[in-house]
């Protein structure tokens, strides 16, 4: 198990590091294992680092006593993209940032942290369309002015420089910037590649309903069809992080899912709630088994904290969807470092995902997606013998109201629809509030 769990965070940032419920949305953030959450720079959601160093300060720290490294993202500047002068003042900027983190928290901490050149720079909305070639300018810039700085303290360690960040979702050929990168910029200024997947992008309604411009793209299928194709989405995490780990292979270089949720937008209306119910918990539940098999390094979902809006797991106030829970309780029970095994494909039961972890202790965890809202009746005996080992339960589904709730374990369970059951020799210290 190498995959390490993460989260984007941008516009719940000031509750995380100021806000009167920062306690419970750190303990939350914690449970759900997350080793990294990427924030952003010069975006105007957050403090300008330039501007308000305090409040940067703030955002960063919130990051770090939540237990997690920060991956600084830098994006973007006005266009043009290509103007050498546009591209030093930005480099110069970044570069300044770096200093003024080392100056705050010490090179021996800075030094292991995360450095993301640019959003998406494929997509016009979010990055700016910009040519591969215009990109790889300002990576080289950008990624030898952090480099600059983090020198000192590195010990001959890489540093974790990255991009591009790439919007692999609605935009062909997202892959071609990825080998690019690796092939034309030194080994030594790439710690990471960094690539998004969203189920899909366009409306969960249709889109004259909301008077929306597709960019040429179909409506997709409404209500139970669109959740069968939303689910049929999750196998292609592995394809594209075992493609992916084919480019890496050798180099050193980490294998990250950026960016990653069921359906890419802020508002309740578009999403209908499926990236917090229980589908979008077993969706996220089956894509971090597939980027597990596909051999991802780090996951980041979009976002943790929800500031109103239909992405973040959690509320400003720290209360958990039922998407958390499952989060929560999927990390407790898989964990970077087990030994990881997974059931052959069983044709009888195509909408069930599943993987067995060892740990530490002679622990073993069987856990079982339901990625269907149909009722899977699972017969442990069909699946693997070392799981007769295992003696408790925990599952949530629409039987259990949406809950986790922990039951005996006597060699089968049911899941009545989209849900998650967790079977183990060592479920005492899971925690499932």
Known sequence: MQLRYGFNEIDGWWHLSTGNYRDELTRRIRLMDT??????????????????????????QGVLDAGAKPMLTFAKFPPPYDNDHHIKIFAARCREVVWGCVEQWGGDV???????????????????????EMYQRIYEEVALSIHEVLRPHLNGAKAMIGGPAIDGTHRSYWMDWIVRLVSYVDNDLIGFVSWHRYGDWRPAVPSETLDLEMWGAPDPPNGEMLED??????????????GVARLLQNRDILNVCGELNTIAHHEHYYTLGVNQNLLGGAFYASALIHLIRGGAELEMRWTAIGHGDAYGLLSIQGEPTVAALIKQIFVQHVRYGDEVCFFAHRQEKPTVDGLIAYGENGRISGVFVNTSRLKETIYIEDWDEALQACTDMIKVDNGTGERVVRAPFDGYFELDGYGVAIISTDMAGTVID
């Open 35 to 60: 080793a990294v959450i990427r924030i952003f720079v010069f975006d105007q959601p957050v403090p300008h680092p330039l501007k308000d160093w305090p409040g940067f300060v703030a955002y960063i």
């Open 110 to 132: 800075v030094k292991d942290w995360y450095w993301c050149v640019w959003n998406e720079p494929n997509n016009l909305i979010i990055g700016g369309d910009l040519t591969y």
């Open 229 to 242: 194709l939303l689910m049929a989405q999750t196998p292609s995490y592995e394809a594209r992080a075992r």
